[in-house]
Each structure stands twice: as structure tokens, then as C-alpha cells.
């Protein structure tokens, strides 16, 4: 491997938090990844990382060193965006997103991304798993939610609340909750305890929030699973709107208790790394996004009082392509 392909493999071991990270990010071997970078540290004369047993750290010659390799890698990305396809957006952009909000909003927009953008390949990766949302290779991440401390740049584009609902079915046979202590005596639905969504905000007779973690005889680490079960009458389930918006417009489930929603919102943010150059390819999709969350509310941001529906991104899609409209679930 030459001196560049040195500095890639460094700066994905920097970006993916350890060698082994990096190795998966580039399909080679941990002993691979390992090997290249101390041949490269021969070559410079200096240690690049603090090598720990589980992490690696970089020294301050290994800061000096990734801020100096990123300016030549950016220099030689910027070189080749100017030349290839005569300046259109090419190469692969690699997309984390939580399952349901990539099935329901993000690949009904896909058509119209690629008309705009028809030199540049998507890699969508669809997963609920906790840890760096960047790992293996990915340049955006999908977040819904408050974040943790990160070193992640966020862009907000869209925000959603939670609703609580359950079958016509399940009702029928339990009865309806009228008080959020009510939901101890149901059959509640939800997320693994260690998952974020697994605590429902309501407010009590008071007007105080209340953060319950309703624990059901069964959990899901997906919406859609936790989704198909309240369909079939298994129980109360707590949902983002923008998961549940068509089976409320079709009756097939029922919002319970809305007057004690607390009002809450959680934020959409798409994630990226905020210590590299925004290249091309990262920039034209987080512009695509903003577009198509912003130029009217989306469908779950209104109120659910309203009986007038519509598919979310319908008008979006108008604007990128007409005729092209987003297909309930």
C-alpha cells in the first residue's frame, strides 16, 4: 500500500475509534490494519496512538499528523469531485437510519434523490444497535431523539412526537385507559428497559410530566415488531407518529389518553463527522433532507385532532418530480 492509502487507513483508525473498527470499515484484517499503521509510525519516527488494551488514543503527534492527512485527503477528494462527471456529486454514501423511519420517510424520497443525483450510489444500513453511529464506514446517521454527548455534528431537519395507541380490538376487550396510572393494569408494549424509547412521557391530573417505563410480558427491539403485535390486539404501544400516522388514518389503531401527551417533541438529526471537510456527496444529501422535511410541516407534526390527512412528503416529492407521491405503508 503506498504512502495514501497509509494516511486512509490512519484516518479511518482515528474516525472509527480503534483498529478493529477501521478494519471492518475497510474490510481488511485488525492485524492488517494494525501492521499498516506501524509501518507508517516507522516511517515517520513517532508514536501516532496511545495503544490500550480495549482503545487507542492518539498522541499529540497523532493530532498533528490526522489534521495535516485530512487536509491531503480532502485536497485530493476536492481534485476529483472538480473532474469527474463534469462537477455532479459521484461515489458512494453509506446511510445509518433506525429501520422504521428509513422504510417510512426516507425510501419514498429515494426516487427523487437519485433523479437529482443519479452519479451517486446510496448504501442504506438499517439498525436499532447503541454505540458509535459512524462505525463501519458510515458518513451520515439518522438519530431520533435527544443526543448524548458527541463528537458527531448534528443537523436537525424534522422532529416528532410519540403517541400512545392501541388496536379497536384491544380496546374493545380491556377497556380504555383514562389515567396514565391506568396503563399498570394493560398489557403495555414497548422497547427493551435500556432503550431510550422505552420511557413513555405523560402528565399527570397536575399538569407535571411523568416518565413511566411500562414493563409488558413482551418486548422488541423494533418498532415494527412492536407495531405488527398492538395491530393484532396483543397490547398498548408507544410509537413515533411518523411510524403509526397511516394505521391512525385508517382506524386500525386509536390514540389513548392525548390529553395527557406531555407536548414533547423528539428531534430528527442527521449525524455526520464535523471534523472532516463536508464532502460533496455528505453535503448535497443533508441539503436533500432539509429540503424535504422543511418546505411545509410534515404529516405528524399536525394535530391529530385533524381528520384531513396527508401521505408525508407528498408535496416534497411534488416539488422534486411531479407525479411521484410517497405510498402508505
Known amino acids: 500500500m503506498n504512502r495514501f492509502g497509509e494516511m486512509l487507513v490512519f484516518v479511518r483508525a482515528v474516525e472509527d475509534g480503534g483498529f478493529s473498527a477501521a478494519a471492518r470499515s475497510l474490510t481488511m484484517t485488525p492485524s492488517a490494519v494494525s501492521k499498516l499503521i506501524g509501518r507508517l509510525e516507522s516511517r515517520l519516527g513517532v508514536t501516532l496512538f496511545n495503544r490500550a488494551s480495549r482503545t487507542v488514543t492518539l498522541t499529540a503527534e497523532g493530532e498533528a499528523f490526522y489534521t495535516s492527512a485530512l487536509r491531503a485527503i480532502e485536497a485530493v477528494e476536492d481534485a476529483e469531485a472538480s473532474v469527474l462527471g463534469g462537477g455532479a456529486t459521484q461515489g458512494t454514501l453509506r446511510v445509518r437510519s433506525m429501520p422504521t423511519f428509513a422504510t417510512h420517510q426516507l425510501a419514498p424520497l429515494i426516487p427523487a434523490f437519485r433523479r437529482l443525483h443519479p452519479g451517486l450510489r446510496l448504501d442504506f444500513v438499517l439498525s436499532m444497535e447503541p454505540g458509535n453511529l459512524l462505525d463501519g464506514g458510515i ?58 424509547w ?32 398492538a395491530r393484532s390486539g396483543a397490547g398498548i404501544v408507544r410509537l413515533a407518529e411518523f411510524h403509526i400516522i397511516h394505521d391512525l388514518r385508517a382506524g386500525r389503531l386509536v390514540e389513548i389518553l392525548p390529553e395527557r401527551h406531555s407536548g414533547a417533541e423528539d428531534p430528527i438529526f442527521a449525524l455526520y463527522n464535523g471534523r472532516r471537510h ?34 408525508p412528503h407528498d408535496e416534497q416529492l411534488k416539488e422534486c418530480d411531479p407525479g411521484t407521491h410517497a405510498q402508505p405503508a
Open 278 to 311: 463536508l464532502s460533496p456527496r455528505i453535503r448535497v444529501f443533508l441539503d436533500f433532507l432539509e429540503m424535504s422535511f422543511s418546505q411545509q410541516p410534515p404529516a405528524w407534526e399536525r394535530s391529530l385532532n385533524e381528520r384531513v390527512w396527508k401521505t
Open 198 to 229: 422505552s420511557i413513555w412521557s405523560l402528565r399527570d391530573a397536575a399538569g407535571e410530566t411523568r416518565r413511566l417505563k411500562p414493563a409488558g410480558s413482551v418486548a422488541a427491539n423494533t418498532g415494527q415488531m412492536l407495531l405488527a403485535m
Open 139 to 196: 458518513d451520515v446517521a439518522i438519530h431520533v431523539g435527544e443526543l448524548a454527548d458527541s463528537s458527531l455534528t448534528a443537523r436537525r431537519f424534522a422532529s416528532t412526537r410519540w403517541i400512545i395507541c392501541a388496536s379497536p380490538a384491544y380496546l374493545a376487550a380491556k377497556g380504555t385507559p383514562r389515567r396514565p396510572e391506568d396503563l399498570a393494569a394493560h398489557e403495555c408494549l414497548n422497547f427493551p428497559s435500556t432503550a431510550p
